[in-house]
């Protein structure tokens, strides 16, 4: 730096301007550099340092919290909020320990007690504690339904599989898999002859993985031939699997109490919205599941497909219990006097969104 400074008294002196514009043109660059190789360290260096994503050492990388928020689509107020959810569990690896599902769940629920325990009022808790379930369901959904390697899904000998082509669906077991390079069983006909599948034909390999997720790939059959587990197709693809149609919101089995109450429709005449006015008539039931989207109710009672319901349910000490209004989308007969109605949420409001949140990721008590 002592250098820099001599040549530009020396070119001041002697009225060189070109001289003097090149070496404050270096003088910038090397500032450049510096910053952001101590940026690099702190997001790169800190990795090294902890494959777990725990200790405290080392500055915090927002380089590679701003790669996450941008990842996630996070808005500002939710990119703060995961911010705090790792910098309170000391977290110098913010990639590790969100994709890690035991890592997240762990420091989430850190969180979750933190806010609980420090918010000023019971409104400012609902608030954090909104944005903290918000921020955790769009990691859940990203996570779910990013395509995975064949190497992750560890397709392996024997396991069952769909394959998939004109529109006709046949079961098939996988014979081997490297590289790009699937062998599958030839699908037989219904007398149990072998179809003629010839090269080039576009198929579709659907299949579950050991941890019961579901994946599939397009592809086609590049040949033919004889095995010592039988006649097989040979098909390529290109080393990743999309995720099958999953629920959108993570749903827990359950079993708990709740009350519901029938909500009836009046239409109103003009442009006015339909009127809606709750039964007084308590029912009982047992919730059997839970997502943030729904749940399923056993009853014994029959409730039409399109009725609308006010549900009761979570009695604290001393409290209300949160409502939520729901739609029936269906119902089946569970034994011979019980009735599983499955509901699609129409109205939650924050405090029950909470408590179901915290219930699906079991961060409460």
């Not at 037989?188 to 299949?207: A, D, E, Q």
């Amino acid at each position: 730096m002592n250098l820099f400074l001599l040549q530009m008294a020396s070119a001041w002196k002697e009225d060189n301007p070109m001289e003097i514009y090149i070496i404050l043109g270096a003088v910038g660059f090397l500032i450049i550099a510096v910053i952001i190789t101590n940026l690099v360290r702190g997001s790169g260096g800190s990795r090294s340092r902890s494959s777990g994503g725990g200790g405290t050492s080392g500055r915090f990388p927002l380089f590679a919290m701003y790669r996450l928020s941008k990842t996630f689509g996070l808005n500002r107020e939710q990119a703060k909020i995961l911010e705090f959810v790792l910098k309170s569990g000391g977290i110098n690896d913010p990639e590790s320990a969100v994709f890690n599902t035991a890592s997240l769940d762990k420091n989430f629920k850190r969180a979750f007690r933190q806010i609980e325990n420090s918010a000023g009022s019971e409104e400012e808790a609902q608030q954090k504690l909104a944005l903290l379930f918000s921020v955790r369901n769009i990691i859940d959904i990203y996570n779910n339904t990013r395509p995975a390697s064949a190497a992750s899904i560890n397709l392996s000998p024997g396991m069952a599989a769909s394959l998939t082509m004109n529109q006709n669906t046949y079961p098939v077991k996988i014979i081997s898999a490297k590289n790009q390079k699937v062998l599958v069983e030839c699908p037989r006909t219904p007398t149990g002859g072998l179809l003629k599948i010839p090269s080039g034909t576009k198929v579709n390999l659907s299949f579950f993985s050991k941890s019961n997720k579901g994946f599939s790939f397009e592809s086609q059959v590049t040949g033919t031939g004889d095995t010592s587990h039988g006649h097989a197709l040979q098909l390529v693809h290109n080393r990743h699997a999309k995720p099958m149609v999953q629920r959108r919101f993570r749903r827990r089995q359950s079993s708990f109490d709740c009350d519901f109450f029938m909500v009836n429709i009046e239409e109103n005449r003009g442009k006015k919205p339909p009127k809606m006015s709750v039964d007084p008539r308590r029912l009982s039931g047992s919730i059997t599941d839970i997502s943030i989207g729904g749940c399923a109710i056993k009853s014994p009672l029959s409730i039409s497909a399109g009725s609308r319901l006010k549900i009761e349910f979570g009695q604290e000490r001393g409290s209300l219990p949160v409502a939520v209004l729901g739609q029936v989308l269906r119902t089946n007969r569970s034994g011979f006097t019980s009735i599983i109605i499955h509901i699609k949420f129409l109205k939650v409001p924050r405090k029950a969104m909470n408590l179901i949140n915290s219930m699906v990721f079991e961060y409460g008590d």
